[in-house]
């Protein structure tokens, strides 16, 4: 994966977001600190990554837009860097996963990054739990009819989820 | 966006559940690596707060 550049992220995001080691890591105002890392994705189809996002104190987190914009701003510049597919799996702690996946679609699914991605999400539910997945694309990818089609394939086998 | 019918092999539920739980794993590996790696500094930086010692430059 190509690594990112902070100083495109930074011409954007609310929160200054530094390198530290191979994680990227910044701190809101109310004193959060959040690390976001992609790791390789083990499909056989395309290349994707998986997005993770760790608030690393646990801290309680009060609403914060600028955690959002920032978090797009990260990920505007990981397509720029990376013409590939991005995969993100809810968190399960707590029990949340469905909250979070539908707040991290929220957050994604503004007017201005429509215009460039597309999304999806499912509700896998296995014999024990429940994951919820979200796909991020990019609109212009030669090959995103059959990406989708086959997530949506594949999704269909499980319970759907609308974003 | 439309998507048009699929004309490739897509995967069996069971290979897509072990995907998944292999993402899940190495999601949560990750997370403990992350928390383990802040936590350590905490711990350092109350460690040096707590002595009583800061660098001093010399003059």
């Known amino acids: 994966m190509n690594r990112l550049v902070t100083d495109r992220i930074n011409e954007h995001s609310p929160y200054d977001v530094e390198y530290d080691d191979d994680l990227l890591v910044f701190t809101t105002e109310h004193g959060l600190t959040y690390a976001v890392d992609f790791d390789d994705d083990a499909n056989p189809y395309f290349t994707a990554y998986w997005l993770n996002l760790r608030n690393v104190y646990g801290q309680v987190s009060p609403s914060d837009k600028k955690v959002a914009q920032t978090l797009i701003c990260i990920i505007e510049e990981f397509f720029r860097q990376n013409a590939d597919v991005l995969l993100y799996i809810c968190s399960s702690a707590d029990g949340h996963q469905a909250q979070r996946a539908r707040l991290f679609m929220r957050w994604f699914n503004g007017a201005e990054q429509q215009k460039l991605y597309v999304s999806r999400t499912v509700e896998v539910k296995g014999e024990d739990k429940t994951e919820y997945v979200a796909l991020l694309a990019q609109r212009n990818r030669p090959d995103i009819e059959k990406i989708l089609a086959r997530f949506d394939a594949e999704s269909a086998m499980f319970n759907a989820m609308k974003p | ?59």
């Open chain 2, 1 to 59: 966006m439309e998507t048009k019918t699929l004309d490739c092999p897509v995967r069996t539920k069971e290979e897509i559940l072990s995907w998944l739980n292999a993402a899940r794993q190495r999601k949560e590996a990750w997370e403990k690596k992350v928390d383990a790696k802040f936590a350590e500094r905490l711990r350092s930086k109350k460690a040096a707060a707590e002595s009583g010692y800061y660098d001093l430059e010399w003059v």
